[in-house]
């Protein structure tokens, strides 16, 4: 019995920050890794960022430079720190939380950027 909830999203205009939260609760074991998409309206969800148990990070080139992912393993806590925002980075922001044999999604969290 795993939960994912993530929080933080908001309306903001361009060149605001956003800081979201993901938590997970229930049974958990090790997590192997966490992960954020996101899906905009009549698009494909697509990863932003990971990051690994080791504690390597990964992005994609669209958010290079604004965002920041990390954690706090004894929270099982995964953020994203959204700065320089843009308008096309209005999206539903998703957790992704990769467990030993399970991967488990939060519900969203929409984020908002507009004038």
């Known amino acids: 019995q795993v939960q994912v909830v993530e929080s933080g999203g908001g309306s903001v205009q361009p060149g605001g920050s956003l800081r979201l939260s993901c938590a997970a609760s229930?049974?958990?074991?090790?997590?192997?890794?966490m992960d954020w998409y996101r899906q905009a309206p009549g698009k494909q969800r697509e990863l932003v960022a990971s990051?690994?148990?080791?504690?390597?990070?990964n992005y994609v080139d669209f958010v290079k430079g604004r965002f920041t992912i990390s954690r706090e393993n004894a929270k099982s806590t995964v953020y994203l720190q959204m700065n320089s925002l843009k308008l096309e980075d209005t999206a539903i922001y998703y957790c992704?939380?990769?467990?030993?044999?399970?991967?488990?999604w939060g519900q969203g969290t929409q984020v908002t950027v507009s004038s």
């Open positions: 990051i690994t148990s080791g504690g390597v990070t």
């Open positions: 992704n939380i990769r467990l030993r044999w399970q991967t488990y």
């Open positions: 229930g049974n958990i074991g090790s997590i192997y890794a």
